[in-house]
Protein backbone atom coordinates (compact mmCIF):
# COMPACT_ATOMS: atom_id res chain seq x y z
CA UNK A 1 0.00 0.00 0.00
CA UNK A 2 1.74 3.19 -0.81
CA UNK A 3 1.61 5.92 1.30
CA UNK A 4 1.23 9.97 0.12
CA UNK A 5 3.24 10.68 -2.86
CA UNK A 6 4.02 14.18 -3.72
CA UNK A 7 5.10 15.26 -6.75
CA UNK A 8 7.48 17.60 -7.39
CA UNK A 9 9.80 17.24 -4.66
CA UNK A 10 11.49 19.92 -5.47
CA UNK A 11 10.76 22.91 -7.23
CA UNK A 12 12.56 26.09 -8.60
CA UNK A 13 10.60 28.95 -9.53
CA UNK A 14 11.73 32.51 -10.71
CA UNK A 15 9.51 35.63 -8.83
CA UNK A 16 6.17 35.98 -10.53
CA UNK A 17 5.71 32.47 -11.30
CA UNK A 18 3.14 30.12 -10.42
CA UNK A 19 4.10 26.93 -8.37
CA UNK A 20 1.85 23.66 -8.34
CA UNK A 21 2.52 21.44 -5.74
CA UNK A 22 0.58 17.79 -6.13
CA UNK A 23 -0.60 15.13 -3.52
CA UNK A 24 -1.79 11.52 -3.73
CA UNK A 25 -3.66 10.46 -0.87
CA UNK A 26 -3.11 7.09 0.26
CA UNK A 27 -5.34 4.23 -1.30
CA UNK A 28 -8.59 4.64 0.16
CA UNK A 29 -8.06 8.00 2.00
CA UNK A 30 -10.67 10.96 1.09
CA UNK A 31 -9.72 13.44 3.62
CA UNK A 32 -6.22 15.86 2.52
CA UNK A 33 -4.33 18.12 4.41
CA UNK A 34 -1.69 20.57 3.26
CA UNK A 35 0.78 22.02 5.81
CA UNK A 36 3.64 24.61 5.34
CA UNK A 37 7.10 24.61 7.00
CA UNK A 38 9.04 27.46 6.85
CA UNK A 39 12.86 27.41 7.44
CA UNK A 40 13.54 27.35 10.90
CA UNK A 41 9.75 27.23 11.81
CA UNK A 42 7.27 24.21 12.91
CA UNK A 43 4.55 23.33 10.48
CA UNK A 44 1.51 25.52 10.44
CA UNK A 45 -2.02 24.23 8.95
CA UNK A 46 -3.27 25.58 5.49
CA UNK A 47 -6.18 23.78 4.46
CA UNK A 48 -8.78 20.63 4.76
CA UNK A 49 -10.11 19.46 1.56
CA UNK A 50 -12.49 16.46 1.23
CA UNK A 51 -13.08 15.27 -2.21
CA UNK A 52 -14.54 18.17 -4.28
CA UNK A 53 -14.69 20.51 -0.96
CA UNK A 54 -13.20 22.63 0.83
CA UNK A 55 -13.54 21.65 4.58
CA UNK A 56 -11.04 24.48 6.13
CA UNK A 57 -9.29 26.72 4.66
CA UNK A 58 -8.54 29.01 7.65
CA UNK A 59 -4.62 28.87 7.16
CA UNK A 60 -4.25 29.70 3.77
CA UNK A 61 -3.21 33.60 2.83
CA UNK A 62 -6.11 35.39 1.31
CA UNK A 63 -4.29 36.05 -1.88
CA UNK A 64 -2.47 34.12 -4.46
CA UNK A 65 -2.68 30.47 -2.77
CA UNK A 66 -5.68 28.32 -3.70
CA UNK A 67 -6.42 24.79 -3.18
CA UNK A 68 -8.37 22.05 -5.02
CA UNK A 69 -9.11 17.72 -4.17
CA UNK A 70 -10.83 16.77 -7.52
CA UNK A 71 -13.29 14.05 -8.06
CA UNK A 72 -10.20 12.41 -10.05
CA UNK A 73 -6.81 13.07 -9.76
CA UNK A 74 -4.17 14.43 -7.22
CA UNK A 75 -4.86 17.45 -4.91
CA UNK A 76 -3.49 20.26 -5.83
CA UNK A 77 -1.77 23.75 -3.74
CA UNK A 78 -1.57 26.37 -6.30
CA UNK A 79 0.34 29.66 -5.43
CA UNK A 80 0.32 32.47 -7.99
CA UNK A 81 3.07 35.10 -8.49
CA UNK A 82 5.31 33.70 -5.97
CA UNK A 83 7.28 35.62 -3.90
CA UNK A 84 10.66 34.73 -1.88
CA UNK A 85 8.78 34.67 1.29
CA UNK A 86 6.74 31.51 -0.38
CA UNK A 87 10.11 29.15 -0.27
CA UNK A 88 9.39 26.65 2.38
CA UNK A 89 8.69 22.96 2.61
CA UNK A 90 5.21 21.87 1.66
CA UNK A 91 3.43 18.75 3.04
CA UNK A 92 0.28 17.10 2.40
CA UNK A 93 -1.09 14.47 4.50
CA UNK A 94 -4.32 12.02 4.30
CA UNK A 95 -6.49 10.50 6.44
CA UNK A 96 -9.45 8.19 6.71
CA UNK A 97 -12.51 10.80 8.44
CA UNK A 98 -11.49 11.67 11.87
CA UNK A 99 -8.14 9.52 11.92
CA UNK A 100 -4.15 9.97 11.96
CA UNK A 101 -2.76 11.73 9.36
CA UNK A 102 -0.05 10.40 7.18
CA UNK A 103 2.14 12.87 5.63
CA UNK A 104 4.05 12.98 2.02
CA UNK A 105 7.53 13.20 2.16
CA UNK A 106 6.81 17.09 0.55
CA UNK A 107 7.35 19.55 -1.91
CA UNK A 108 10.49 21.68 -1.41
CA UNK A 109 9.48 24.85 -2.65
CA UNK A 110 12.16 27.29 -4.11
CA UNK A 111 12.16 31.46 -5.67
CA UNK A 112 14.98 32.58 -7.09
CA UNK B 1 -7.32 28.52 20.86
CA UNK B 2 -5.19 25.38 20.77
CA UNK B 3 -1.43 25.33 21.39
CA UNK B 4 1.22 22.97 21.67
CA UNK B 5 4.96 23.65 23.73
CA UNK B 6 8.00 21.96 23.39
CA UNK B 7 10.19 23.50 25.78
CA UNK B 8 13.76 22.51 24.37
CA UNK B 9 14.95 23.11 20.87
CA UNK B 10 17.70 20.56 21.79
CA UNK B 11 18.48 17.55 23.28
CA UNK B 12 21.06 14.97 23.68
CA UNK B 13 21.30 11.89 25.07
CA UNK B 14 23.77 8.57 25.81
CA UNK B 15 23.22 5.89 23.42
CA UNK B 16 21.37 3.29 25.71
CA UNK B 17 20.55 5.66 28.35
CA UNK B 18 16.67 6.41 28.38
CA UNK B 19 15.38 9.43 26.64
CA UNK B 20 12.47 12.11 27.37
CA UNK B 21 11.36 14.69 24.72
CA UNK B 22 8.99 17.22 26.66
CA UNK B 23 5.78 18.48 25.55
CA UNK B 24 2.37 20.36 26.96
CA UNK B 25 -0.54 21.90 25.77
CA UNK B 26 -3.12 23.81 25.58
CA UNK B 27 -6.74 22.93 24.59
CA UNK B 28 -10.10 23.65 25.53
CA UNK B 29 -12.32 20.54 25.58
CA UNK B 30 -10.81 17.09 24.98
CA UNK B 31 -7.68 16.66 23.62
CA UNK B 32 -5.73 14.64 20.75
CA UNK B 33 -2.55 14.37 20.97
CA UNK B 34 0.13 12.89 18.65
CA UNK B 35 3.72 12.78 18.21
CA UNK B 36 5.57 12.34 14.62
CA UNK B 37 9.41 12.39 13.72
CA UNK B 38 10.83 14.35 10.99
CA UNK B 39 14.58 12.80 9.12
CA UNK B 40 16.37 15.23 7.14
CA UNK B 41 14.58 16.09 3.94
CA UNK B 42 11.87 13.99 4.33
CA UNK B 43 8.26 14.02 5.47
CA UNK B 44 6.59 13.12 9.14
CA UNK B 45 6.36 10.19 10.51
CA UNK B 46 3.88 9.20 12.97
CA UNK B 47 4.87 7.56 16.22
CA UNK B 48 2.25 7.43 18.48
CA UNK B 49 -1.37 8.64 19.56
CA UNK B 50 -3.54 9.50 22.62
CA UNK B 51 -7.48 10.29 21.86
CA UNK B 52 -8.63 8.37 24.92
CA UNK B 53 -8.39 5.31 27.75
CA UNK B 54 -4.91 4.44 28.82
CA UNK B 55 -2.49 7.24 30.02
CA UNK B 56 0.62 5.53 28.98
CA UNK B 57 0.30 4.84 24.89
CA UNK B 58 2.51 2.87 23.17
CA UNK B 59 3.76 3.40 19.54
CA UNK B 60 6.58 2.69 16.91
CA UNK B 61 9.78 1.81 17.48
CA UNK B 62 9.99 1.34 21.27
CA UNK B 63 8.61 4.93 21.94
CA UNK B 64 5.91 5.61 24.26
CA UNK B 65 3.96 8.68 25.88
CA UNK B 66 2.30 9.43 29.05
CA UNK B 67 -0.77 11.85 29.16
CA UNK B 68 -1.25 13.69 32.22
CA UNK B 69 -3.97 16.15 32.43
CA UNK B 70 -2.88 17.42 35.22
CA UNK B 71 -0.16 19.02 34.08
CA UNK B 72 -1.17 19.29 30.85
CA UNK B 73 1.66 17.44 29.64
CA UNK B 74 2.39 13.93 26.94
CA UNK B 75 6.19 13.66 27.42
CA UNK B 76 7.70 11.28 24.90
CA UNK B 77 9.86 8.55 26.48
CA UNK B 78 11.75 5.32 25.31
CA UNK B 79 13.68 2.97 28.43
CA UNK B 80 17.16 2.76 25.82
CA UNK B 81 17.90 5.43 23.31
CA UNK B 82 20.09 4.35 19.78
CA UNK B 83 21.60 6.81 17.31
CA UNK B 84 19.41 6.10 14.63
CA UNK B 85 16.96 8.05 17.01
CA UNK B 86 18.49 10.89 16.13
CA UNK B 87 16.27 12.93 14.16
CA UNK B 88 13.53 16.02 14.72
CA UNK B 89 10.08 15.54 16.92
CA UNK B 90 7.03 17.05 17.04
CA UNK B 91 4.50 16.95 19.30
CA UNK B 92 0.88 18.15 18.05
CA UNK B 93 -2.56 18.47 19.12
CA UNK B 94 -5.87 18.37 17.44
CA UNK B 95 -9.74 18.81 19.24
CA UNK B 96 -11.42 16.73 16.44
CA UNK B 97 -9.21 14.98 14.88
CA UNK B 98 -8.80 17.67 11.86
CA UNK B 99 -6.18 20.40 11.74
CA UNK B 100 -3.01 19.43 13.70
CA UNK B 101 -1.17 22.32 15.79
CA UNK B 102 2.05 21.23 15.93
CA UNK B 103 4.73 22.48 18.59
CA UNK B 104 8.39 24.35 17.26
CA UNK B 105 9.89 21.09 17.13
CA UNK B 106 12.84 19.24 19.38
CA UNK B 107 15.99 17.84 17.63
CA UNK B 108 17.23 14.63 19.58
CA UNK B 109 20.39 13.63 19.04
CA UNK B 110 22.08 10.57 20.61
CA UNK B 111 25.46 10.14 21.12
CA UNK B 112 27.20 7.21 20.28
Known amino acids: NAGVMQNPRHLVRRRGQEARLRCSPM?????VYWYRQLPEEGLKFMVYLQKENIIDESGMPKERFSAEFPKEGPSILRIQQVVRGDSAAYFC??????????FGPGTRLTVL | AQSVAQPEDQVNVAEGNPLTVKCTYS??????LFWYVQYPNRGLQFLLKYITGDNLVKGSYGFEAEFNKSQTSFHLKKPSALVSDSALYFC??????????FGSGTQLTVLP
Open chain 1, 93 to 102: ASSLPADTQY
Open chain 2, 92 to 101: ASSTSARQLT
Open chain 2, 27 to 32: VSGNPY
Open chain 1, 27 to 31: KGHSH
